[in-house]
């Protein structure tokens, strides 16, 4: 499967974006998909992740009440919706997809779980 992540921009402190992951070559409803983000000089950090097969949704505890994950199959995407940013979210978000399937709980995840990666989208949140 082939991941291209889109979305990213400049905005302000407090304000709102949404990346989306789509998805080609390959059934998404058989893929778990997560998204990452990278800050410059910082190890890539996971971000959430949506499982295939049941729906569960796992996200860290960094930005939990904040960020939400949601897929739609019949289009292949996988979008991130995130609000009230601040700067320390400045980062290169990337999806990335595996056939695994993760239950509740998963709130920390190791980017090499994931063998299917897009290109990343960078998110700049201003002060």
């Known amino acids: 499967v082939q991941l291209q992540a889109s979305g990213g921009g400049l905005v302000q402190a407090g304000g709102s974006l949404r990346l989306s992951c789509a998805a080609s070559?390959?059934?998404?409803?058989?893929?778990?998909v997560a998204w990452f983000r990278q800050a410059p000089g910082k190890e890539r950090e996971f971000v959430g992740v949506?499982?295939?097969?049941?729906?569960?949704?796992n996200l860290a505890d960094s930005v939990k009440g904040r960020f939400t994950i949601s897929r739609d199959n019949a289009k292949k995407t996988a979008d991130l919706q995130m609000n009230s940013l601040n700067p320390e979210d400045t980062a290169v978000y990337y999806c990335?997809?595996?056939?695994?399937?993760?239950?509740?709980?998963?709130?920390?995840?190791?980017?090499?779980?994931?063998?299917?990666w897009g290109q990343g989208t960078l998110v700049t949140v201003s002060s």
């Open positions: 990335a997809a595996t056939r695994g399937r993760f239950s509740s709980g998963h709130n920390s995840l190791h980017p090499n779980i994931f063998p299917y």
């Open positions: 070559g390959g059934t998404l409803n058989l893929y778990s």
């Open positions: 949506t499982s295939w097969g049941g729906g569960v949704t």
